[in-house]
């Protein structure tokens, strides 16, 4: 066991803080409070090669392993503060373009990762519905049946990240009702086929630099070409391939927050006086900012965990839902904790804390929910 991170990856690590700090963290209030996307912070990210952090570097990409590509979205969380614009980059990275590098066909690799490599096109994933969210696949309502060389797809999504500004998503949708699971395939979609449309930008609670929306399709026909994975094993193999990276890579961004926080707070209760003294000397206080310490240490082992499990090609399903799960809740805890210390100024807007806590909210929620975390955990026992 090492507890230490390899030089190589710390130097990284520090970089993609610095680019944070430099090119996100000074317009991350602003963009919050207009809701708003910013397009040339996209483009640098790509040009510094972040949008293909993980993909192979045939194809454009950085080649990074799990472990770096977690370590690195934690490091743009510390130093951009901005929730929104991590989780856009995971969508478009992890859920939207890593089913494609792991199970597309050479052709589908080379016709779209190095472009969602570079950032030109932005990627998302279509699996949530209106009416199924945790029961993905039992109660999914999108259909897709071929006719002659295409499928031709019926339904909706919800709640799809990048999905107002998205060029291509991988989309599920039922083939073979009968077979459950078993009878969901993928698809990638581009949003110029017939019959797509992308509904308006969701006005949200948090993470309100990233875009959120409802995807319709009405008899949207798909190229046969275009069926990612064998027909309805979509579900279950892209699942498996990559829902551990989601749940590793994507969670990374609470670290980053959490630390970002409590170094805030120790700042702010070292010069914060009442009653003649800096509040840090408080007990009361001390045993918040402690506690911050100890979920974030222990958020941080349990995700490296999951994460070096993937980089050693081992399967990690009650690992990274145990990482998921724990950090998700601690970054809630965490916020409130420290948004506490820091009294009437956590309810006001030009604090960072204000924005954290609203985007804490969704970690609990999105890539499934802590209750389905739990039943995961206690399924695989
Ligand atoms: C901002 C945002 C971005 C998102 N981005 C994407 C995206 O890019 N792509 C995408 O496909 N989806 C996305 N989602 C959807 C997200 O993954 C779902 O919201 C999540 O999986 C929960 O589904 P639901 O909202 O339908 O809740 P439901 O499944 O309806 O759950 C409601 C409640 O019931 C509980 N519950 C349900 N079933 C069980 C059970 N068996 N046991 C115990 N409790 C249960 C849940 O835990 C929850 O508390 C996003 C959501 C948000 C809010």
New binding site residues.
Partial sequence: MNFALPEGIIEFRDSVREFAREHVAPSAEQRDRDHHWDPDIWRRMGEVGLLGLPFPEEYGGQGADCLTTTVATEAFAEGGGDGGLTLAWG?HTI?GSMPIVLCGTEEQKRRYVPRLATGECIA?????EPA?????AGSMETRAVKKGDRYIINGS??????GPIGDVFVVMAVTNKARGAMGVSAFIVEKNFKGFSAGKNLD?LG?RTST?SELVFEDMEVPEENLLSKEDSGFARIGRATLEWERTVLVGSALGSMQSLLDQTVRYAKNRVQFGQPIMRFQATQDKIARARMYLDAARLLLYRSALKKDKGQPAPTESSIGKLFTSEALIQVAYDLGQVHGGYCFIHEYPIERAYRDAR?GT????????MR?IIAANL
């Fill in positions: 969508a859920i998302g994933l279509g699996l949530t199924s969210g945790s029961d993905a999504k919800m709640f799809i990240t990048n949200k993470m959120t969704l929620i999105g890539g499934g929910t802590s209750e389905m039943s």
